[in-house]
């Protein structure tokens, strides 16, 4: 079975190496102003930026969202 | 003669098929006969009115250094676990190089909560750098077998250095980690931990963190080589990055065909829909063919603390969190220190913190308590006319900081919920963190729990159910040959337990961890006799003294 028949789920990637999370943004939110494509990042991301000292630092592990949560059914 | 004839039991002899009476024979270490046993044993054992099982395997916990001293794993052998997966959350104590004993003693610390002496030397003697090397000196006083994991965070740190939990890997440092894995799993090892989510004594990420998915893709390579188990610790407080683990676990199963298993997956009312999204997502990776296990523990989240100790109760709250983890004396002076007590009730919230503590039990209290214990702290604060956060903080003062408090069912506690969880064919009970927050809580008595709550007051699981699910199954996930089973043949790990009594006893302080540090603890319930490798390891007489454990593998 491919993964063409898993559900939709909210859109992530994994940092490759020597990425930041401003070039994130600008890979991954083309045409969106450079500030506002970091502000959704942040706000799709608390993870990241609220739950982290120093807030932001990002490691190679972590999952960044790249769109807002999905609305849940019946939502 | 057999070595040993325990007679008249309930069989249930862990497959999930319908228990039966009959006798069970042991001999060198091995499981002889199941059924109607005709000779004599040199030990009879009399089970009449009892559960025989096979031992229990907890597939999560922290016993690396525990171990070293106390090659029980007390008390986890009284309740009847004959096997322990330890190195998990990306930790082992080896391969280790000697430079680097002080950094992952910091980790093992945070993450333990142990004492710095359980870890400098003073406990037991490093003698090894290399995985097999620790087994070596696990092997001398081993009393229970032992099937473990090595740490991505511990490989990195040997390839790595201090650059560990600073950067992303070269290709050639990569390739090295490769090959000391290839290394640690030759030794022994039945797979690699890593994590998402821990810390360091600094509060910075440990090193597997660090790793970008090419690293992780690249070391479960050499998990697929040797068939062995990747896991986990995933952000389990978070429903859509757990879901996006389970996805990046699937395709790692899928291109390497191998086990992955993540830890923990917790009932909660913050996130009520978390389970049923994880488990729907697990279905459709399960369907795809990935093996993806979500492990789940038995027993609700309670949290013992008090101010003496630094606690993961605090974790949620960054100015009490930071202010415990100071050294005691400075803690101490900041707790009296009317500026700074103002500065924390603050943070406690607006309504001096009677919504954050005010359902903390007061649980235990040294001299004359007043009658205070089992009060909520709301209670006693109300008493005194103040708030719960600076009751918490005036109460600990007046006594010393030995004031314990208790935060009961935190999450994973409702029955209904939880216990066709457990039962999901496709859930994997684990989680115990045996051996670890040592001084939040008891890890200890989580499968006399799942009897007791589930299968005999809620009849949630039935008792073969149960047995399976923490016998045949774990041994199944983790490809640990000839356990779990009571056929003839099979390694004579068992266990001999009360069916209407067995139970987890309550929670209780000792100060038995080297150096004198407290741990919360449970004694056992129910259990008659624990039997590793075909020699009695403990009974209600006690732990017995021959070293019967093994390296499994």
Redesign the interface.
């Known amino acids: 079975?491919?993964?063409a028949?898993?559900?939709r789920?909210?859109r992530?990637i994994?940092?490759?190496?020597?990425d930041s999370l401003a070039a994130i943004a600008a890979r991954e939110l083309p045409g969106m102003d450079a500030a506002a494509a970091m502000q959704h990042l942040e706000a799709w991301n608390l993870?990241i930026f609220l739950m982290?000292?120093p807030a932001g630092?990002l490691?190679?592990?972590?999952?960044v969202?790249v769109e807002p949560?999905l609305a849940?059914a019946g939502a | 003669m057999f070595d040993c004839v325990i007679r008249n039991g309930l069989i249930v002899d862990g497959s999930g098929l319908p228990a039966f009476k009959g006798d069970l024979a042991l001999s060198d270490g091995r499981i002889a006969v199941v059924g109607a046993v005709r000779g004599a044993g040199a030990v009879e054992f009399d089970a009449g009115g009892r559960v025989v099982a096979p031992g229990f395997i907890d597939p999560h916990t922290h016993f690396d250094a525990q171990l070293l001293w106390d090659g029980a794993a007390r008390p986890a052998l009284e309740h009847g676990i004959t096997t322990v997966v330890p190195g998990n959350c990306s930790l082992s104590l080896a391969p280790l190089r000697i430079a680097d004993r002080e950094a992952l003693s910091g980790m093992f610390r945070q993450i333990e909560e142990l004492p710095k002496e359980s870890l400098d030397g003073s406990a037991f003697t490093w003698t090894w750098e290399s995985f097999d090397g620790y087994l070596d000196a696990l092997r001398r006083t081993l009393k229970i077998n032992v099937a473990p994991l090595v740490g991505h965070s511990v490989i990195r740190l040997w390839v790595m250095g201090e650059a560990a939990n600073q950067r992303?890997a070269t290709a050639e440092e990569q390739a090295a980690m490769q090959g000391l894995l290839r290394a640690c799993l030759e030794a022994g090892a039945v797979g690699l931990s890593?994590s998402?989510v821990d810390v360091d004594a600094n509060?910075h990420?440990v090193p597997?963190?660090?790793?970008?998915?090419?690293?992780?893709d690249g070391l479960a390579a050499v998990l697929g080589e040797f068939g062995r188990v990747l896991q986990v610790v995933p952000?389990f407080y978070?429903t859509?990055?757990t879901?996006?683990?389970v996805?990046?676990l699937a395709e790692l199963s899928l291109r390497h065909n191998i086990t992955t298993t993540f830890s923990p997956l917790f009932d909660s009312a913050n996130t009520p829909?978390n389970v049923s999204r994880v488990m729907?997502?697990v279905r459709?990776?399960v369907?795809?063919?990935a093996r993806v296990w979500p492990q789940v523990q038995t027993r609700p989240i309670d949290i013992s603390f008090s101010l003496d100790l630094p606690s993961l109760f605090f974790a949620g709250n960054p100015p009490w969190y930071h202010a415990m983890r100071l050294p005691r004396p400075e803690r101490l002076r900041l707790l009296k220190d009317a500026t700074h007590q103002a500065r924390l009730v603050a943070a406690a919230g607006a309504d001096g913190g009677d919504a954050w503590l005010g359902s903390l039990i007061l649980r235990q209290l040294p001299g004359d308590n007043e009658g205070l214990e089992g009060r909520t702290l709301r209670e006693i604060a109300n008493s005194r006319g103040q708030g719960s956060a600076q009751t918490l903080i005036e109460l600990s003062l007046e006594h010393d900081l030995q004031a314990h408090f208790l935060a009961a069912n935190r999450g994973h506690e409702i029955p209904e919920r939880v216990g066709p969880l457990l039962a999901d064919p496709l859930v994997h009970i684990g989680a115990s963190d045996g051996g670890a927050h040592i001084c939040s809580f008891s890890t200890y008595g989580d499968t006399g729990y799942l009897f007791s709550k589930f299968v005999r007051e809620t009849g949630l699981l039935s008792l073969e159910q149960a047995v399976k699910k923490i016998t045949l199954d774990t041994a199944s996930i983790w490809g640990l040959p000839n356990r779990g089973l009571l056929r003839a043949g099979y390694a004579a790990d068992v266990v001999v337990f009360d069916p209407d009594t067995i139970d987890r006893g309550p929670e209780r302080a000792v100060s038995d961890v080297p150096g004198g540090g407290m741990r919360y603890v449970r004694d056992s319930v129910g259990v008659d006799a624990v039997f590793v490798n075909g020699t009695l390891a403990w009974d209600r007489g006690g732990y017995k003294d021959a070293s019967v454990g093994s390296i499994v593998t």
Do not use: K
């Open positions: 079975m491919s993964s028949s898993l559900s789920q909210r992530f994994l940092p490759q190496p020597g993870h982290r000292r630092l490691t190679g592990c972590d999952v969202f949560p849940t | 992303a890593t998402y509060l990420p597997s963190r660090f790793a970008h998915s090419d690293e992780l952000e978070n859509d990055i879901i996006a683990r996805d990046q829909d729907a997502r459709e990776q369907r795809r063919g």
